[in-house]
């Protein structure tokens, strides 16, 4: 598969493989919160698997190994081909947040080992971190969806 294309813009596979396991990642990733259940979406028919926890968890998992695989093809493949050009201001407050998404996850990973290896302070500022960067995240991707570019 040749998903750099000769432009070097990622390829169709990729780019519907980013769509679906951001959106995969942001609609587990709420269903942990969890407010499914109480705004009643788990009540619609077939929608029951959206309140419990292990489920979203599970795919937020692995959506989160997708992404990641993503993320990793994506940086290498840019610092072969285009290291030395901008990525502008949209690009770089992705960025920031997909950074801050990720070192925060990582953490929340290794929280949800048996084993409780890591300091509360540090829990707790990855869980604000995280929820904090979903929310930009969210709010940035509806604000250029719904105006463009600009
Ligand atoms: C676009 C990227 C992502 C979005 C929008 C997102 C969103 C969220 C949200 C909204 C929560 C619920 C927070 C809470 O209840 O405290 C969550 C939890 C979590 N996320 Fe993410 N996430 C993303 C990427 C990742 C990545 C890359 C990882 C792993 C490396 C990850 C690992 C986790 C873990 C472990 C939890 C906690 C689950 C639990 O409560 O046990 N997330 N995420």
Redesign the pocket.
């Known amino acids: 598969m040749n998903s750099q294309g000769q432009t070097g813009h990622p390829g169709r596979a990729f780019r519907w493989l980013y769509i679906v396991s ?1 959106a995969a ?2 609609f ?3 269903g ?3 407010i499914f259940k109480r705004y009643y979406l788990a009540d619609l028919p077939g929608l029951a698997w959206t309140a419990d926890f292990m489920i979203t ?1 599970v795919i ?2 692995i959506a ?1 190994a997708v ?2 695989a993503l993320v990793s093809y994506y940086l290498v493949t840019r610092l072969m081909t285009r290291s030395l050009s901008p990525i502008g201001r949209k690009g770089g407050i992705r960025g920031v947040l ?1 950074g801050l ?2 070192l925060s ?2 953490v ?2 290794f ?2 080992l048996p084993a409780p290896i890591l300091p509360p302070g540090l829990i707790v500022g990855a ?1 604000f971190t ?2 904090a ?3 930009l ?2 709010l940035a991707a509806v604000t250029v969806l719904r105006f463009g570019k600009k």
């Open positions: 951001v990642l942001l587990s990733g709420i942990q919160m969890p968890l937020h998992y989160a992404f990641l997909f998404l990720i996850g990582v929340l990973v929280r949800n869980t995280h929820v960067a979903a929310m995240f969210l």
